[in-house]
């Protein structure tokens, strides 16, 4: 399979700890994205790169919420301190990023349950 | 803030109705705009996409969107549903930030169930 794989696909953590996901993008897209996605909504964008620089992140919901993509390939959001109300799908897609407009690829999501 | 409307949260059809799910955007600027679908327990996907020219769109499985500039409006349509259309569709445009970023900016998805 070479769409965009998420690892884990399932994380249940306790208040007040760390969690970290991964993406990995379809190969040779530069650009890399991650959403939020709760119930009964679509998704809500985070952050994104371009290769390994972060372009926007004046949408990550807090400064516990962080996003890494060291080597331009695979990409990292991290939650710390989580809390109850973190809990939802997260979602990574990549596009080639030749234009502005590409369309998403997306993964399928890590679903984050916070107790 | 700039957003995209979906007017229609749940739709329930038979099979054999005809489909037209609502889509506003809140940009005058250039457009481009997308339908994605997620299928039960599968990834969001594209279903469809216009940037320029003819403003009747045909996508995958034999959906089509008509982009009305005058109305700001995109609405996704089918003629005769299959209960396999039965999916979350979602309707996205991108904004350019204040930082010069171009946002992918999604619907709240509307529901269809397609009874056999």
């Known amino acids: 399979d070479t769409g965009v794989s998420q690892d884990p696909r399932h994380k249940i953590t306790k208040r007040g700890q760390n969690v970290t996901f991964r993406c990995d993008p379809i190969?040779?897209?530069?650009?890399l994205y991650w959403y939020r996605q709760t119930l009964g909504q679509g998704p809500e964008f985070l952050t994104y790169?371009?290769?390994?620089?972060?372009?926007?992140k004046s949408r990550l919901l807090s400064d516990r919420f962080s996003a890494e993509r060291p080597k331009g390939s695979f990409s990292t959001l991290e939650i710390q301190r989580t809390e109850q109300g973190d809990s939802a799908m997260y979602l990574c897609a990549s596009n080639p990023g030749r234009t502005r407009y590409n369309e998403q690829f997306f993964g399928p999501g890590t679903r984050l349950t916070v107790l | 803030a700039q957003s995209v409307s979906q007017h229609n949260h749940h739709v329930i059809l038979s099979e054999a109705a005809s489909l037209e799910l609502g889509c506003n955007y809140s940009y005058g600027g250039t457009v481009n705009l997308f339908w994605y679908v997620q299928y039960p327990g599968q990834h969001l996907q594209l279903l469809l996409k216009?940037?320029?020219?003819?403003?009747l769109v045909k996508g995958i499985k034999g959906f089509e969107a008509e982009f009305i500039k005058s109305k700001f409006s995109f609405n996704l349509r089918k003629p005769s549903v299959q209960w396999s259309d039965t999916a979350e569709y979602f309707c996205?445009?991108?904004?350019?930030?204040?930082?010069?970023?171009?946002?992918?900016?999604f619907g709240r998805g509307t529901s269809l169930i397609v009874h056999p």
């Open positions: 190969s040779e897209h530069n650009r």
């Open positions: 790169f371009q290769n390994e620089a972060q372009l926007e």
């Open positions: 216009y940037f320029s020219g003819d403003p």
């Open positions: 996205a445009a991108p904004y350019h930030s204040s930082g010069g970023s171009y946002i992918p900016t």
